[in-house]
């Protein structure tokens, strides 16, 4: 499964962004798949995950309420939506697909991974 972030950008705070992962090759509609995000010299960490059908997510504290991720298994996408952006948000967000149905906020149970859009929020 070869995955495909987009939707990344430079906001102001407050603002809201809606990011896109897309599946080429294959589908990952039977997949978890989870967002994580990396902030320049920090270690990668985990954001969100959402199951194979959609029926269960997951979030950080630091995005609960201000973060929704969604599927569309027909159109083959997930998606998340972030309201409320601060500073503390900026990083390279990556999607991440798993060959399990439930997620999980461990990176390392993620095999398949996006390249990664570019999220800067300044204040």
């Known amino acids: 499964v070869q995955l495909q972030a987009c939707g990344g950008g430079l906001v102001q705070t407050g603002a809201s962004l809606k990011l896109s992962c897309a599946a080429s090759a ?11 995000r990396q902030a ?9 995950h959402i199951s194979w059908n959609g029926g269960s997510t997951s979030y950080a504290d630091s995005v609960k309420g201000r973060f929704t991720i969604s ?9 998340l939506q972030m309201n409320s952006l601060n500073p503390e948000d900026t990083a390279v967000y990556y ?3 798993s060959r399990t149905s439930y997620g ?4 390392t149970q993620y095999q398949y991974w996006g390249q990664g859009t570019l999220v800067t929020v300044s204040s």
Not at 104 to 107: D, L, W
């Open 104 to 107: 999980s906020t461990q990176y």
């Open 71 to 79: 599927r569309d298994r027909a159109k083959n996408k997930v998606y």
């Open 26 to 36: 294959r589908t990952f509609s039977n997949n978890a798949v989870g967002w994580f």
């Open 95 to 97: 999607c991440a697909a």
């Open 40 to 48: 320049p010299g920090k270690e990668r960490e985990f954001v969100a």
